[in-house]
């Protein structure tokens, strides 16, 4: 899957955020970092919604662009 990520460079480094998945940040002190680090955090972001999902019924819609 591909995740729409935004970027906020500073003297610091770069947070990097999710738009599509509420709350999913992280940062690093590269850019190249900080997608490696928002790779890890969207998979277990992923995870958390997986296991909250279990017993549920879930459904999967398509969304035109």
Same mark, same amino acid.
């Given at each position: ?9 500073? +003297? #610091?480094?770069? %947070?990097?955020?999710v738009p599509g998945l ?6 690093? *002190?590269?850019? +190249? #970092?900080?997608? %490696? ?12 919604? *997986? ?5 549920k019924t879930v459904r ?6």
């Amino acid at each position: 899957m591909k995740y729409r990520v935004v970027l906020d460079g500073s +003297e #610091e480094g770069f %947070a990097v955020s999710v738009p599509g998945l509420p709350g999913c940040h992280s940062q690093g *002190a590269t850019e +190249e #970092e900080a997608l %490696a680090n928002i790779t890890n955090a969207i998979s277990e972001y992923l995870d958390v919604v *997986a296991d909250l999902s279990r017993n549920k019924t879930v459904r999967e819609v398509e969304v035109g662009a």
